[in-house]
């Protein structure tokens, strides 16, 4: 069975760069599946971070473009978020997860969450 | 704001049926296909519904999805207090070339 992980800070200057990095286990990341982060700010609803097809392309929210990078590691079977120039207002849990195999660019596996805060 | 509006809260009794609607324009729901994530509290939304009505594996029968137009639909039958939970359509947006998502729908089970 698919699993995810999400790791890295849970705490992050404001200015300074988030890192996280999704562990995929229990399947191949260079299966053809394409892979995605999404986030989740206290009490809100669910925003789409950005989208790394299994083509190598990227895809990321227009709000976040400029901040954002997106990055796959196939020898470690993971990939990985970066933004830039992080605000109070990046604060989130972060997730990561697979795209399935339908038309509508649903997500089908998630991992559990991780909780970042921007503080100084 | 959101491009795809959800209620906010939906509530029925247990055993009854609700459902709760995903409104957008040609440049989302129109044109492409619609999934429903089930978030429940403290967990990671689950994917309950893609391809506008098809189920993944496990997903009981009482969660069904349509859309007509540029507005989408998620139906709940038998109502459980394991169904409370936030509610997340979602789908492609040609204009913005990404995902959006509704701004979710609180179900409450009375």
């Known amino acids: 069975q698919l699993q995810l992980q999400e790791s890295g800070p849970g705490l992050v200057k404001p200015s300074q760069t988030l890192s996280l990095t999704c562990t995929v286990s229990?399947?191949?990341?260079?299966?053809?599946?394409?892979w995605g982060w999404i986030r989740q700010p206290p009490g809100k609803g669910l925003e789409w971070i950005g989208t790394i097809w299994h083509s190598g392309s990227t895809y990321y929210n227009p709000s976040l473009k400029s901040r954002v990078t997106i990055s796959i590691d196939r020898s470690k079977n993971q990939f990985s978020l970066d933004l830039d120039s992080v605000t109070a207002a990046d604060t989130a849990v972060y997730y990561c997860?697979?795209?399935?195999?339908?038309?509508?660019?649903?997500?089908?596996?998630w991992g559990q969450g991780t909780l970042v805060a921007v503080s100084s | 704001q959101s491009l795809l509006t959800q209620p906010p809260s939906v509530s029925a009794a247990p055993g009854q049926m609700i459902t709760i609607s995903c409104s957008g324009s040609s440049s989302n729901i129109g044109n492409n296909y619609v999934c429903w994530y089930q978030q429940l509290p403290g967990t990671a939304p689950k994917l309950l519904i893609y391809d506008d009505h098809k189920r993944p594996s496990g997903i009981p029968d009482r969660f069904s999805g349509s859309k007509s137009d540029a507005s989408a639909t998620l139906a709940i039958t038998g109502l459980q207090t394991g169904d409370e939970a936030d509610y997340f359509c979602a789908t492609w947006d040609s204009s913005l070339h990404g995902v959006v998502f509704g701004g979710g729908t609180t179900v409450t089970v009375l």
């Open positions: 229990g399947g191949s990341i260079s299966g053809g599946s394409s």
């Open positions: 997860a697979k795209v399935g195999g339908g038309f509508s660019n649903e997500f089908d596996s």
